[in-house]
């Protein structure tokens, strides 16, 4: 209101402690502190402003100008606290946007190098054990195969070696049931029979005799062949099952270092995303804070508003010429009669009738 160049209200106050030399902003507001008093009604929230002045129109206009500025006031301080909040929570949020976008590019990048499928972390771990369990079943399959034809390889050779004794007592399943061995012990039981009657003919150095001892010993000789044959098609698949199994092995070792590898990247994975995740709930819980303020802002809402307006006195408050003149008339006449009475109570003289 520029009341320190407004003449109408300078006017120094008396109180004798005001410092020698002030300004006229500084006389002006401590003649208004003078002049001013507020105060709360009992179990209300209602408060009276009071202003003290010669002027009726200046004391309005300074009682309204109070209310008015001090309802601005908690307004601008309710929204510059606010609009701190939203400065603050937008700081935030840009730093937690930089750092969200660095945790997808780094989950994004992992999952790249390690080639990780989107797969949740049950199925992959299914899948791996599902590895490891198809590998060790055809293992044993494998390794059980490969003893057992071990074991016959052994056993033939073994019946093998007494062929001299017993060359038909063979008794093999892949020999007995094998159709050119069979053809093969005919022809040389037929040979013998031949050997035998011509033996019983002529002499052991007859030609006929030399030539079917030559057949004959011909007919074992690929009878032999052919179990050797049988022989070796067994130590080929003893080979065979025994190299596999020594890959089937090696696969399962390099199976579990895999899996474990793969659940080791699972960890770092996991600890990516869990970072990433983290980082995105705190962005929109930070992001739905700053609209809600930024709402609050807008809104201007203020819990103060003015009740009454202070309205021009018609009357002076202070001084009242009538009531003060007929309050002294009662109490100089009060006093007068007091006075009277006292002197006549303090008299004890005696006076004539």
């Given at each position: 209101?520029?009341?320190?160049?407004?003449?109408?209200?300078?006017?120094?106050?008396?109180?004798?402690?005001?410092?020698?030399?002030?300004?006229?902003?500084?006389r002006?507001?401590?003649?208004?502190?003078?002049?001013?008093?507020?105060?709360?009604?009992?179990?209300?929230?209602?408060?009276?402003?009071e202003?003290?002045?010669?002027?009726?129109?200046?004391?309005?206009?300074?009682?309204?100008?109070?209310?008015s500025?001090?309802?601005?006031?908690?307004?601008?301080y309710?929204?510059s606290?606010?609009?701190?909040?939203?400065?603050?929570?937008t700081?935030q949020?840009?730093?937690?946007?930089?750092?969200?976008?660095?945790?997808?590019?780094?989950?994004?990048?992992f999952?790249?190098?390690?080639?990780?499928?989107?797969?949740?972390?049950e199925?992959?771990?299914?899948?791996?054990s599902?590895?490891?369990?198809?590998?060790?079943?055809?293992?044993?399959?494998?390794?059980?195969?490969?003893?057992?034809?071990?074991?016959?390889q052994?056993?033939?050779?073994?019946?093998?070696?007494?062929?001299?004794?017993?060359?038909?007592n063979?008794?093999?399943?892949?020999?007995?049931?094998?159709?050119?061995?069979?053809?093969?012990?005919?022809?040389?039981?037929v040979?013998?029979?031949?050997?035998?009657?011509?033996?019983e003919?002529?002499?052991?150095?007859?030609?006929?005799?030399?030539?079917?001892?030559?057949?004959?010993d011909?007919?074992?000789?690929?009878?032999?062949?052919?179990?050797n044959?049988?022989?070796?098609?067994?130590?080929?698949?003893q080979?065979?099952?025994?190299n596999?199994?020594?890959?089937?092995?090696?696969?399962?070792?390099?199976?579990?270092?895999?899996?474990?590898?793969?659940?080791?990247?699972?960890?770092?994975?996991?600890?990516h995303k869990?970072?990433?995740?983290n980082?995105?709930?705190?962005?929109?819980y930070?992001?739905?804070?700053?609209?809600?303020?930024?709402?609050?802002?807008?809104?201007?809402v203020?819990?103060?508003?003015?009740?009454?307006?202070?309205?021009?006195?018609?009357?002076?408050?202070?001084?009242?010429?009538?009531?003060?003149?007929?309050?002294?008339?009662?109490?100089?006449?009060?006093i007068?009669?007091?006075?009277?009475?006292?002197?006549?109570?303090?008299?004890?003289?005696?006076?004539?009738?």
């Open positions: 209101l520029n009341l320190h160049r407004n003449e109408a209200f300078q006017k120094p106050p008396k109180a004798s402690k005001e410092p020698k030399k002030v300004s006229d902003l500084m002006a507001a401590l003649f208004l502190q003078k002049i001013t008093s507020a105060s709360v009604n009992n179990n209300s929230d209602i408060l009276n402003i202003i003290r002045h010669p002027d009726p129109n200046l004391a309005a206009l300074i009682a309204n100008t109070f209310s500025t001090f309802i601005e006031q908690n307004l601008e309710k929204l606290s606010t609009t701190g909040a939203v400065k603050w929570l700081e949020l840009d730093e937690l946007k930089k750092q969200l976008d660095n945790a997808e590019q780094e989950l994004y990048s999952s790249k190098h390690y080639n990780l499928v989107a797969l949740p972390q199925d992959r771990q299914r899948v791996a599902s590895g490891i369990s198809t590998i060790n079943e055809t293992l044993i399959a494998t390794r059980l195969q490969c003893m057992d034809y071990t074991a016959n052994k056993l033939l050779q073994s019946v093998i070696s007494q062929w001299d004794k017993d060359p038909f063979i008794g093999w399943a892949d020999v007995m049931q094998n159709p050119t061995i069979q053809e093969l012990k005919r022809i040389v039981v040979e013998q029979r031949k050997l035998v009657a011509l033996k003919r002529y002499g052991a150095k007859h030609p006929q005799i030399l030539r079917q001892q030559s057949a004959l011909e007919a074992n000789k690929y009878l032999v062949k052919e179990v044959n049988v022989l070796n098609v067994l130590k080929m698949k080979a065979k099952a025994c596999y199994e020594v890959l089937l092995s090696s696969s399962l070792q390099h199976a579990k270092v895999v899996a474990q590898e793969h659940l080791k990247q699972e960890v770092e994975y996991q600890r869990r970072a990433r995740d980082t995105a709930t705190l962005y929109q930070v992001l739905k804070r700053m609209k809600e303020s930024g709402l609050s802002a807008q809104l201007r203020n819990n103060i508003r003015p009740l009454d307006a202070a309205a021009v006195p018609q009357s002076p408050i202070s001084p009242r010429p009538w009531r003060n003149l007929i309050v002294s008339l009662l109490l100089g006449i009060a007068g009669l007091g006075l009277a009475q006292l002197v006549d109570t303090m008299d004890n003289s005696i006076k004539s009738l």
